[in-house]
């Protein structure tokens, strides 16, 4: 009986012994595999690789900005709640560059201070361009709560997490709005602020944190103020697709698309009665292709402790009547007119003076052409007919 039960006692340690020995091999194996003995190529440096965190990434003007920064070679992580962005505009960034370490999407809300915390911890980042916004103006005047919360919490978010992270350097996605309706045109740097709405305001109190933290600390700033965002990417492999309950409160070239495609029965012209030459608003319109140029060159252009603030615009102003006029050509349709009473919280007209950003960027807007610039997004509206398919 002893014997039987030495036996069996000598017998369950060696099973254990063999266990342990079949585990130390297996973890010994897999340290040895390239994916497990070295972190995230996301979460370490790189030398001559910039990593840069892109929130809003999934929406329009951040995907396009993703685009561009992944064909310059950089490390794009991608942070979006999808509550205005695409998916599918991940997807296809995804698809031009599978290269490990290239490009991450990350599913979170600004707004969930731990969730950024743990971004923030996970990854190493080299700089931030913050994009990530609710941008609609008629829709800030019926919901002014929601665009103080979006935009101005979610921003002292970001730069809270970037201060305790050590990241140093923030492009900053601003507005025109900022100014409200000034007396003078064009519109300079040094025109005062005084937004009219809450969609201005809101981006007013960012800038105003982010300059106010730069005064305590050795971050490169770089605040964009841009105007109105038309076009798309001309290879057709990006564009703009707002959620079917939103084109009411969206771009004046979303409708005109889908007048043209007859998706809606014509376009709405809010306000006739401004003072402008023709009654219409007048505004700048800038090529989503210009305006991610003029990010990346203020990336490039960033220092340490110093501060760059710049409009990004053409120069020149077009009303709402020569914008339709111009869709009209690109798309090659009549699109019916209705007029209606202005929008509330819009403002006569807006035109920028670009001369700082060409002087110290070296950038000047080169797709200027009104009429091109809304057909080559026409071709992408065209052969997206439900942009990049369900949400």
């Known amino acids: 009986m002893?014997?039987?039960?030495?036996?069996?006692?000598?017998?369950?340690?060696?099973?254990?012994?063999?266990?342990?020995?079949?585990?130390?091999?297996?973890?010994?194996?897999?340290?040895?595999?390239?994916?497990?003995?070295?972190?995230?190529q996301f979460s370490r440096q790189q030398l001559g690789v910039t990593h840069v965190l892109v929130t809003g990434g999934a929406g329009y003007i951040g995907s396009h900005?993703?685009?561009?920064?992944?064909?310059?070679?950089?490390?794009?992580?991608?942070?979006?709640?999808?509550?205005?962005?695409?998916?599918?505009?991940?997807?296809?960034?995804q698809e031009l560059f599978p290269e490990p370490g290239r490009l991450q999407f990350i599913y979170a809300d600004l707004g969930d201070a731990k969730a950024v915390n743990k971004i923030f911890a996970?990854?190493?980042?080299?700089?931030?361009?913050?994009?990530?916004?609710?941008?609609?103006?008629?829709?800030?005047?019926?919901?002014?709560?929601?665009?103080?919360?979006?935009?101005?919490?979610?921003?002292?978010?970001?730069?809270?997490?970037?201060?305790?992270?050590?990241?140093?350097?923030?492009?900053?996605?601003?507005?025109?709005?900022?100014?409200?309706?000034?007396?003078?045109?064009?519109?300079?740097?040094y025109t005062p602020q005084a937004p009219i709405n809450p969609y201005g305001k809101a981006k007013k109190m960012s800038e105003d944190i982010i300059l106010d933290f730069s005064k305590t600390s050795n971050m490169a700033v770089m605040i964009l103020r841009y105007f109105n965002v038309i076009g798309s990417d001309p290879?057709?492999?990006?564009?703009?697709?707002?959620r079917p309950e939103l084109r009411e409160q969206g771009r004046i070239s979303g409708a005109?698309?889908?007048?043209?495609?007859?998706?809606?029965?014509?376009?709405?012209i809010r306000g006739t009665d401004y003072n402008t030459a023709d009654g219409t608003c007048v505004r700048d319109y800038i090529d989503v292709t210009d305006l991610v140029d003029a990010h990346v060159k203020a990336l490039a252009h960033a220092k340490p402790g110093k501060v760059g603030i710049y409009n990004v615009g053409t120069g020149k102003g077009r009303s709402v009547k020569e914008f339709v006029e111009a869709c009209k050509k690109a798309t090659g349709v009549d699109i019916k007119i209705e007029y209606l009473s202005r929008?509330?919280?819009?403002?006569?007209?807006?035109?920028?003076?670009?001369?700082?950003?060409?002087l110290e960027l070296n950038w000047t807007a080169?797709?200027?052409?009104?009429?091109?610039?809304?057909q080559i997004a026409w071709r992408w509206q065209k052969s997206h007919r439900n942009g990049y398919g369900s949400p």
Do not use: W
Request: net charge positive; with cysteine.
């Open 2 to 40: 002893d014997y039987l039960e030495s036996k069996r006692k000598t017998n369950f340690c060696g099973k254990i012994l063999f266990a342990a020995g079949l585990t130390t091999l297996c973890i010994i194996f897999l340290k040895q595999s390239p994916g497990f003995s070295s972190p995230s």
């Open 65 to 93: 900005a993703a685009l561009r920064l992944l064909k310059d070679l950089y490390r794009v992580t991608i942070v979006d709640n999808l509550s205005r962005g695409n998916l599918g505009a991940v997807k296809v960034l």
């Open 122 to 189: 996970e990854n190493v980042f080299d700089a931030v361009m913050h994009f990530a916004a609710v941008a609609y103006v008629g829709e800030s005047t019926l919901d002014p709560l929601r665009y103080y919360h979006n935009i101005t919490s979610n921003t002292l978010v970001v730069v809270k997490a970037m201060a305790s992270h050590g990241v140093k350097t923030l492009i900053y996605s601003s507005t025109c709005a900022t100014y409200g309706e000034p007396e003078k045109m064009p519109i300079t740097e």
């Open 235 to 242: 290879e057709g492999r990006l564009g703009e697709a707002p």
């Open 256 to 268: 005109c698309f889908d007048a043209a495609r007859g998706v809606i029965p014509g376009l709405k």
């Open 343 to 358: 929008r509330p919280g819009d403002y006569a007209e807006v035109y920028s003076n670009p001369s700082k950003i060409k």
């Open 366 to 374: 080169r797709y200027t052409d009104l009429q091109e610039s809304l």
